[in-house]
Nanobody, 121 residues
Framework: QVQVVESGGGLAQPGGSLRLSCTGS????????MGWSRQAAGKQRDLVAA???????NYADSAKGRFTISRDNAKNTVNLQMNSLKPEDTAVYYC???????????????WGQGTQVTVSS
C-alpha cells in the first residue's frame, strides 16, 4: 500500500505565492519521478511540473518562470513553490509519484487526493 499526502494550497491573491508539499509513504523501494498536475473545473488534468530522482525538472509552459519544483529524496517529499499566481492557476492540484516496490520492479503511478488552490482578489 502506498500513500501520497499533500499539504498546502488555499486562497491567494493575484500576484501572491503558495507552497504545496507532498510526501509518499508505504511500500516504496524507490521513487523515480515526483510531480504535480492540476485540474480546473470542467477541464482535463494537466501536468504542471515534475522532477526526477536526479533532479531533472520539467515544467508546463504556464508554470515556467513562476513555479519551482524541488524534492528531498531521503524524505520522499516534493514541493511546489508557486509565485506570481494568476486567477487561471485556480485548480485542484494533485501530487503524483512514479515508484517501484522493489529493485527492478514494475513502475507504478500513485496520486494524492488533491488540494484546492484558488487565486482571487
Amino acid at each position: 500500500q502506498v500513500q501520497v499526502v499533500e499539504s498546502g494550497g488555499g486562497l491567494a491573491q493575484p500576484g501572491g505565492s503558495l507552497r504545496l508539499s507532498c510526501t509518499g509513504s508505504g511500500s516504496i523501494f524507490s521513487i523515480s519521478v515526483m510531480g504535480w498536475s492540476r485540474q480546473a473545473a470542467g477541464k482535463q488534468r494537466d501536468l504542471v511540473a515534475a522532477i526526477t530522482s536526479g533532479g531533472s525538472t520539467n515544467y508546463a509552459d504556464s508554470a515556467k518562470g513562476r513555479f519551482t519544483i524541488s524534492r528531498d529524496n531521503a524524505k520522499n517529499t516534493v514541493n511546489l513553490q508557486m509565485n506570481s499566481l494568476k486567477p487561471e492557476d485556480t485548480a485542484v492540484y494533485y501530487c503524483f509519484i512514479i515508484h517501484s516496490a522493489r529493485a527492478g520492479g514494475v513502475n507504478l503511478k500513485s496520486w494524492g487526493q488533491g488540494t484546492q488552490v484558488t487565486v482571487s482578489s
